[in-house]
C-alpha cells in the first residue's frame, strides 16, 4: 500500500508564496519549500520537478490572484470608472505582493516564465473594459497601455524612486485619469 501523501501541491504553493514575500526569490529554494510544508525535499520532488517548476507555479497562482483581484475591482458598471477601479487593484497587488509582482512583470528565465494563459486570464478583465471605451481594433494597444502606465508607476513606487516630495496616491489618481481619459477616446 503507497505511503499517504505527506503535503500537497496547493501546499507547496503556498509555503512558496509565504517564503518568496518574506525573503525574496533568493529565499525561494526547494529545501526551505520542503521545511515549511513538513516534508523532505526528495518528497517535495514527486510534486515539482525543480525550482523552475516550483517558480512558474508560484507565478501562476499569483496571476491567478491578481485576476481575481482585478475582476472584484471592475463592478461599478461604467468602463471608466471599471477602469480607475482596475489600475487602484493592480497597484494594490503590487504593493501587498511586491515579489509575487516581480515575478510577474520582471524579468526571468524562460524556463521560469508561467504559461502566457495565466497571464492572459488574468487581465481579461482590462480587455473586456477597455474594449468597451477603446477605438475599435486598438482594444490590445489600449490594454497595454494601461498596463504599461500602471507598472511603470508601481515600479517606480516600489522602488522608492518618488523623491520630489508631493502626495504620490494623488498622482497616481491623476496619471490613472490621464490614461483613462486618452484611451477613452474614440477616433
Same mark, same amino acid.
Given at each position: 500500500m503507497p505511503t499517504p501523501a505527506r503535503t500537497s501541491l496547493d501546499a507547496i504553493v503556498t509555503a512558496g508564496r509565504a517564503i518568496l514575500e518574506a525573503e525574496g526569490l533568493p529565499g525561494l529554494t526547494m529545501h526551505r519549500v520542503a521545511d515549511a510544508v513538513g516534508v523532505r525535499p526528495p518528497s517535495l520532488y514527486k510534486r515539482v520537478s525543480n525550482r523552475a517548476a516550483l517558480v512558474r @507555479?508560484? %507565478?501562476? &497562482? $499569483?496571476?491567478?490572484? @491578481? =485576476?481575481? $483581484? /482585478?475582476?472584484?475591482? !471592475?463592478?461599478?458598471?461604467? *468602463?471608466? %470608472?471599471?477602469?480607475?477601479?482596475? %489600475?487602484?487593484a493592480f497597484r494594490?497587488?503590487?504593493?501587498?505582493? *511586491?515579489? !509575487?509582482? =516581480? @515575478? /510577474?512583470?520582471? *524579468?526571468l528565465p524562460d524556463d521560469w516564465r508561467p504559461d502566457p494563459a495565466a497571464y492572459r486570464r488574468s487581465l481579461d478583465v482590462l480587455l473586456r473594459v477597455v474594449g468597451e471605451v477603446a477605438t475599435l481594433g486598438r482594444e490590445l494597444e489600449a490594454a497595454r497601455t494601461v498596463t %504599461?502606465?500602471?507598472? =511603470?508607476?508601481?515600479?517606480?513606487? @516600489? !522602488?522608492?524612486a518618488f523623491r520630489l516630495g508631493g502626495?504620490?496616491?494623488?498622482?497616481? &489618481?491623476? =496619471?490613472?485619469?490621464r490614461v483613462v481619459a486618452a484611451i477613452s477616446e474614440r477616433g
Amino acid at each position: 500500500m503507497p505511503t499517504p501523501a505527506r503535503t500537497s501541491l496547493d501546499a507547496i504553493v503556498t509555503a512558496g508564496r509565504a517564503i518568496l514575500e518574506a525573503e525574496g526569490l533568493p529565499g525561494l529554494t526547494m529545501h526551505r519549500v520542503a521545511d515549511a510544508v513538513g516534508v523532505r525535499p526528495p518528497s517535495l520532488y514527486k510534486r515539482v520537478s525543480n525550482r523552475a517548476a516550483l517558480v512558474r @507555479l508560484i %507565478a501562476e &497562482a $499569483a496571476f491567478d490572484d @491578481l =485576476g481575481q $483581484a /482585478l475582476e472584484r475591482a !471592475a463592478t461599478h458598471g461604467e *468602463p471608466q %470608472a471599471d477602469l480607475h477601479a482596475i %489600475a487602484v487593484a493592480f497597484r494594490a497587488f503590487a504593493r501587498t505582493q *511586491p515579489q !509575487a509582482y =516581480g @515575478l /510577474l512583470f520582471g *524579468p526571468l528565465p524562460d524556463d521560469w516564465r508561467p504559461d502566457p494563459a495565466a497571464y492572459r486570464r488574468s487581465l481579461d478583465v482590462l480587455l473586456r473594459v477597455v474594449g468597451e471605451v477603446a477605438t475599435l481594433g486598438r482594444e490590445l494597444e489600449a490594454a497595454r497601455t494601461v498596463t %504599461a502606465w500602471a507598472h =511603470g508607476f508601481v515600479s517606480m513606487e @516600489l !522602488a522608492g524612486a518618488f523623491r520630489l516630495g508631493g502626495d504620490v496616491d494623488r498622482a497616481f &489618481a491623476f =496619471g490613472n485619469e490621464r490614461v483613462v481619459a486618452a484611451i477613452s477616446e474614440r477616433g
